[in-house]
């Protein structure tokens, strides 16, 4: 049993709408050994080591029905048995996911196993370890004999603290769970506390309960407890005397000028470390000045101030929460000795490791055993019953102190003395440790002191007390950061469809920006702040929507979404506002377990089903069309090229929205329908990016555009204004449509890389007034199945070019030097190109330098480029009077046999011609073969086959 891929999906997938991880994983022998054939022993072994596997519902939807199905018939397979282990190891370790499903795989004894994860490592570690438990179970004759030597109860201890300390503290988690409580998203930035909450412009951060409006002046002070004192003083508040010394000579001098008992403490010390309170000699003071020493370099000495603790919460100027907190302790009983009752406190489930759990398991550490030895007994002491032992000399939780809520009784003069406190020193969220005999009577009256205030103070006790209400603490500093009614999040708005998607999505990026707004870009060749590229590459996937998400300058976020991303890690964020799916066609099919138009269409309605706004959707495909019944948006918006689509009709009739294109006068208008009314938009021909009208895969683009700036609440005028200014320059769609008009004839440049987008290129070559001849430089990704390529050749032989320059790649991805072009070149010739109008020019910057020199004034070259930028440049920098040679020549071919090719009809087609001939052999040879210069009467160079 082995693992041979996984996917971490830390948004939407196909999978699921929230985190999983995917494994793929071979059972290998292990598929003839279902779990009632593995017997008992494997069965009670695994409930032994994880009891809570038996409140597993499974499919049964209820407790036991797990183990139903592991028991009755022939049981069910490991990697079902994997699933609900990882899950429960989560659980074990306090995350609490329930979610998982296994699938068998297409090759027979692999699985597809998915579960709900948290925290990516953890999850990661669940898998390895429920493999290693799994495996440990089994019969000694069916384990890994490469595996490890496995201890389960060390194994899971290591775990649950491995995942402890990945987890988010109480207070972080609490203010995450307060924003996902109000439809807050939100990012984690570090390994830590550092929480982005909300997007872009509106986004706000936190880092435990500090908040980025937190004032960095408040925390120093907050922090220098000598200057706090004195500011606290200044005002007229309850604070203790103090003295700050360096020594403990210096701090019994200040013990004996303010006046015994005192309390030493570290100056810039937190959660009660290295604090003596109750000091009343010389000695005890040293001894106290030695353990705050051990913390900062500097220590105060101040009175010390007799009362119950309290933790006063102040949020955005109002008191919150109040806590009457109190150090750990046991209560005796006669009985058991001080170690026992330790223990017996530790039992409660309540309590856990640092802060795991709502409060913290009490330790018999030095300080415990110094108090101990204080009042003459040891560990092993019996306490008379009903006596009370604290074990801390502070009331802090995460010492094992307990928590006792009274905010509802608090007097008013005290919560106006913590609001005071808190707002001198300039804090929007803070707590204000206070010592009073009794919290309901006025401090005016009977006295009590600040000793502390805490510019990051913790919610557990306020959310979670040992007695008393819970308060929704965080809740207030969400509502301070998000008043209710502001909003959180910026428009989002995600592309996704086999062609198409970085036009249309830099025409919907085009259009907000001269609407005035910031837009964050994310497309194939980059990252795109406020149409500055940051951040070059493919940056279609979850990677590159964060790093817009999380720029405080975007106001709107375009996020081009490729299948490739989809399938590797899902959406980065768990809902947007528009989405729209272009198009589902044959692409990269049989690759990543992707092997069916079907399934390809149900990765790419992901982005439909997490919209929340709009699903903008092509009515002309009948796959996209079906994801409407998916939608869970507000409005599902059709797009059409077809004005009398009757499905469109209907939807429009209902009051639904829609984009046509309807025929007039003055060529085709573009129509917006929504709520019954009829808004013509923009006639196709003022859209410089169709080449007047004629580019239909364009016009489609900017419908698409249209649709989802209307969505996005953009005015009409400046969606006409965005796509009467959008032109299909390299500059601003570069590899879309590119047109090249500086030389005699005419260059078309795209990224076209599958069937439907040669055809649509090429259907446009054909479109296109043309003067002289019509070339074509065309060539396939070689990773893409054969019939794939095959169709990319029958598509640009049906446009009857007066000639074809077949190459590959740069990168051949798995094929032969030159057998991308020899396929094609053989899918030409069996669908009726001549062998004279072929060309094989392996060499992509030379099959274009070809092409560029076989171009005469007024023809037309299409060319299918792989490399943009250094394609392009080769087409602006083409001089006539350059010749092939001129180009530095590539290294030798290496002569690969042609492979056997199928024959594929074009769409229009019922069946491939059944007299056609087999196409003519085509000798491979090398590049300087392939081209042969021949200066016609024209004086124009041309490239040809040796043979031709």
Same mark, same amino acid.
């Given at each position: 049993?082995r693992?041979?891929?996984?996917?971490v999906?830390?948004?939407?997938?196909?999978y699921?709408?929230?985190?999983v991880?995917?494994?793929?994983?071979d059972?290998g022998l292990?598929?003839?050994?279902?779990?009632?054939r593995? %017997?008992?022993?494997f069965?009670d072994?695994?409930?032994a080591?994880l009891?809570?596997l038996?409140?597993? %519902?499974?499919s049964y939807?209820e407790?036991g029905?797990?183990?139903?199905?592991?028991?009755?018939?022939e049981?069910?397979?490991?990697g079902h048995v994997?699933?609900h282990? &990882?899950?429960?190891?989560q659980?074990?370790?306090?995350?609490?996911?329930?979610f998982?499903? /296994?699938r068998e795989?297409?090759r027979?004894g $692999?699985?597809?196993v998915?579960f709900?994860?948290?925290?990516?490592?953890v999850g990661?570690?669940a &898998?390895?370890v429920?493999?290693?438990l799994v495996?440990?179970?089994?019969?000694a004759?069916?384990r +890994?004999?490469?595996?490890?030597?496995?201890?389960?109860a060390e194994r899971?201890d290591?775990?649950?603290?491995?995942?402890?300390?990945?987890?988010l503290g !109480?207070?972080?988690?609490?203010l995450v769970m307060?924003?996902?409580?109000?439809?807050i998203?939100?990012l #984690?930035?570090?390994?830590?506390?550092?929480?982005?909450?909300?997007?872009?412009?509106?986004?706000?951060?936190?880092q435990?309960?500090?908040?980025g409006?937190t004032?960095? =002046?408040?925390?120093?002070?907050a922090?220098?407890?000598?200057e706090t004192n #004195?500011?606290?003083?200044?005002l007229?508040?309850?604070?203790p005397?103090?003295?700050?010394?360096q020594? &403990?000579?210096r701090a019994?001098?200040?013990?004996?000028r303010?006046?015994?008992?005192?309390?030493?403490?570290?100056?810039?010390?937190?959660?009660?470390r290295?604090v003596?309170i109750?000091?009343? /000699?010389?000695?005890e003071v040293?001894?106290?000045?030695?353990r705050?020493?051990?913390h900062?370099r500097s220590? =105060?000495?101040?009175?010390?101030?007799?009362?119950?603790d309290?933790?006063l919460?102040?949020?955005n100027? *109002?008191?919150?929460?109040?806590s009457?907190r109190e150090p750990?302790?046991?209560?005796?009983?006669?009985?058991?000795?001080?170690a026992?009752l330790?223990?017996?406190?530790?039992?409660?489930?309540?309590r856990?490791i640092g802060?795991?759990?709502?409060?913290t398991?009490?330790?018999l550490?030095?300080?415990?055993l110094?108090i101990?030895?204080?009042?003459g007994?040891?560990p092993a002491?019996?306490?008379p019953?009903?006596?009370?032992?604290h074990l801390?000399? /502070?009331?802090?939780?995460s010492?094992?102190?307990?928590?006792?809520?009274?905010?509802?009784?608090i007097h008013?003069d005290?919560?106006?003395?913590?609001?005071r406190?808190i707002?001198a020193?300039?804090?929007?969220?803070?707590?204000?440790?206070f010592?009073?005999?009794d919290?309901?009577r006025?401090h005016?009256?009977i006295?009590?002191?600040?000793?502390?205030?805490n510019?990051a103070?913790g919610f557990?006790?306020h959310m979670a !007390?040992?007695?008393?209400?819970?308060r +929704?603490v965080?809740g207030?500093?969400?509502?301070?950061l998000?008043?209710?009614g502001?909003?959180?999040t910026?428009?989002?708005?995600a592309v996704?469809?086999?062609?198409g998607?970085?036009?249309?999505?830099r025409?919907?990026a085009?259009?907000h920006?001269? *609407?005035?707004?910031?837009v964050g870009?994310t497309t194939t060749?980059?990252v795109?702040?406020?149409?500055?590229?940051t951040?070059?590459?493919?940056?279609?996937?979850p990677?590159?929507?964060r790093i817009v998400l999380?720029d405080?300058?975007?106001?709107?976020a375009v996020?081009e979404?490729?299948?490739?991303?989809?399938?590797?890690a899902g959406?980065?964020m768990?809902?947007?506002?528009v989405a729209a799916?272009?198009n589902v066609?044959?692409?990269?099919?049989?690759?990543? %377990?992707v092997d $069916?138009?079907?399934?390809l269409?149900?990765?790419?309605?992901?982005v439909?089903e997490?919209?929340t706004?709009?699903?903008v959707?092509?009515?002309d495909?009948?796959?996209?069309l079906?994801?409407?019944?998916?939608?869970? &948006?507000?409005?599902v918006?059709y797009?059409?090229?077809?004005?009398d689509?009757?499905i469109v009709?209907?939807?429009v009739r209902?009051?639904?929205?829609?984009v046509?294109l309807? *025929?007039?006068?003055?060529g085709q208008?573009i129509t917006i329908?929504d709520?019954?009314?009829h808004?013509p938009?923009l006639?196709t021909?003022l859209?410089p990016?169709?080449l007047?009208?004629?580019a239909t895969?364009?016009?489609?683009?900017a419908?698409?555009?249209a649709?989802?700036?209307?969505a996005?609440?953009?005015?009409?005028?400046?969606?006409?204004?965005g796509?009467?200014?959008?032109?299909?320059t390299?500059?601003?769609?570069?590899?879309?449509?590119?047109?090249?008009?500086?030389?005699p004839? #005419?260059?078309?440049?795209d990224y076209?890389?599958?069937a439907?987008?040669?055809?649509?290129?090429c259907?446009?070559a054909t479109?296109l +007034?043309?003067?002289g001849?019509r070339?074509?430089v065309?060539? *396939?990704?070689?990773?893409?199945?054969?019939? +794939?390529?095959v169709?990319?050749g029958v598509?640009a032989a049906r446009?009857g070019?007066d000639h074809y =320059?077949?190459?590959?790649?740069?990168?051949?991805?798995g #094929?032969?030097?030159?057998?991308?072009?020899?396929?094609?070149?053989?899918a030409l010739q069996a669908?009726?190109v001549?062998?004279?109008r072929i060309s094989?020019v392996?060499?992509e910057?030379?099959a274009?330098?070809a092409?560029l020199?076989?171009?005469?004034?007024?023809d037309?070259?299409l060319?299918?480029?792989?490399n943009l930028a250094?394609g392009?440049?080769q087409?602006v920098?083409?001089k006539?009077?350059?010749t092939?040679?001129?180009?530095?020549?590539?290294?030798?071919s290496r002569a690969?046999?042609?492979?056997?090719?199928?024959?594929?009809?074009?769409?229009?087609?019922?069946?491939?011609a059944?007299?056609?001939?087999?196409?003519?052999?085509?000798? !491979?040879?090398s590049d300087?073969?392939?081209?042969?210069?021949v200066r016609?009467a024209?004086?124009?160079?041309?490239?040809r086959?040796?043979?031709?």
């Open positions: 049993m693992i041979l891929d996984r996917n999906y830390g948004g939407p997938s196909h699921a709408h929230f985190p991880i995917r494994l793929v994983l059972l292990l598929e003839g050994w279902p779990t009632a593995l %017997g008992k022993d069965i072994g695994l409930l080591a009891p809570g038996s409140e597993h %519902g499974c939807g407790p029905g797990f183990i139903r199905r592991m028991t009755e018939g049981g069910t397979w490991l994997l699933e282990v &990882a899950i429960e190891l659980n074990v370790a306090g995350v609490g996911v329930t998982g499903k /296994t795989a297409s027979p $692999t699985y597809d998915v709900e994860y948290e925290n990516e490592e990661l570690e &898998a390895d429920a493999i290693a495996d440990a179970l089994l019969p004759a069916l +890994d004999p490469g595996a490890a030597p496995f201890d389960w899971r290591a775990f649950i603290r491995f995942a402890q300390r990945r987890a !109480p207070s972080t988690a609490s307060a924003a996902e409580a109000r439809g998203p939100w #984690r930035l570090n390994e830590f506390s550092l929480i982005q909450l909300g997007w872009g412009c509106r986004q706000q951060r936190i435990a309960t500090i908040t409006r004032s960095h =002046i408040a925390v120093e002070l922090s220098d407890k000598e #004195r500011i606290l003083s200044r007229g508040l309850p604070v005397k103090q003295a700050l010394v020594s &403990a000579d019994v001098r200040a013990a004996e303010i006046g015994y008992p005192v309390v030493t403490k570290p100056y810039d010390g937190n959660h009660g290295g003596s109750d000091l009343r /000699t010389p000695d040293r001894a106290g000045f030695a705050a020493a051990e900062a220590v =105060i000495v101040e009175s010390c101030i007799t009362g119950f309290h933790r919460l102040v949020v100027g *109002a008191l919150v929460a109040a009457r750990g302790k046991v209560v005796g009983d006669g009985m058991h000795t001080v026992q330790v223990a017996i406190v530790n039992q409660d489930p309540r856990g802060h795991e759990k709502v409060l398991q009490l330790e550490d030095e300080q415990a110094g101990l030895a204080k009042r007994l040891t002491s019996v306490l019953a009903g006596e009370t032992l801390r000399l /502070t009331a802090n939780l010492t094992g102190g307990t928590a006792t809520d009274v905010t509802d009784v008013p005290n919560v106006e003395m913590a609001v406190a707002q020193i300039g804090l929007d969220v803070g707590g204000v440790d010592l009073t005999p919290i309901t006025s005016k009256e006295g009590g002191a600040i000793c502390e205030v510019a103070p557990r006790m !007390p040992s007695e008393g209400r819970p +929704d965080a207030a500093v969400i509502d301070m998000f008043p209710p502001s909003p959180s910026i428009p989002v708005a996704t469809g086999t062609n998607k970085t036009t249309t999505a025409m919907l085009h259009i920006k001269l *609407a005035g707004r910031r870009l060749d980059g795109y702040i406020d149409g500055q590229r951040v070059e590459g493919d940056m279609t996937g990677t590159s929507a999380a405080p300058m975007v106001e709107v996020l979404t490729a299948r490739g991303g989809l399938l590797r959406l980065a768990r809902h947007v506002d799916v272009l066609q044959p692409d990269h099919l049989g690759q990543k %377990g $069916t138009l079907e399934h269409a149900e990765v790419k309605r992901t439909v997490v919209a706004n709009t699903a959707l092509n009515a495909d009948p796959l996209t079906r994801m409407a019944a998916y939608s869970e &948006a507000k409005h918006c797009v059409t090229l077809h004005a689509h009757a009709r209907e939807h209902a009051g639904g929205r829609a046509a309807e *025929a007039g006068v003055n208008m329908y709520k019954g009314a808004i938009l006639w021909h859209i990016a169709t007047e009208g004629k895969f364009n016009v489609q683009n419908m698409f555009a649709a989802m700036a209307f996005m609440g953009v005015r009409l005028e400046d969606i006409r204004h796509l009467r200014t959008f032109d299909s390299f500059f601003q769609a570069p590899g879309r449509l590119n047109v090249f008009d500086e030389h004839f #005419r260059v078309l440049f076209g890389h599958n439907h987008a040669v055809d649509a290129l259907t446009l479109r +007034d043309v003067k001849r070339l074509c065309l060539s *396939a990704p070689g990773d893409r199945r054969d019939e +794939d390529i169709a990319i598509a446009a070019f =320059i077949c190459r590959r790649d740069d990168p051949a991805r #094929r032969g030097e030159d057998e991308v072009p020899r396929m094609l070149a053989a669908h009726g001549e062998a004279s094989v392996v060499d910057q030379l274009i330098q092409g020199a076989m171009a005469a004034p007024g037309l070259l060319v299918f480029a792989d250094r392009w440049k087409i920098h083409f006539p009077e350059r092939v040679s001129d180009v530095p020549p590539p290294k030798p690969v046999p042609r492979q056997d090719v199928r024959d594929v009809a074009p769409a229009d087609d019922p069946a491939p059944a007299a056609a001939a087999p196409p003519a052999p085509i000798t !491979p040879r300087t073969e392939d081209l042969v210069l016609e024209r004086g124009v160079i041309v490239a086959e040796e043979n031709d």
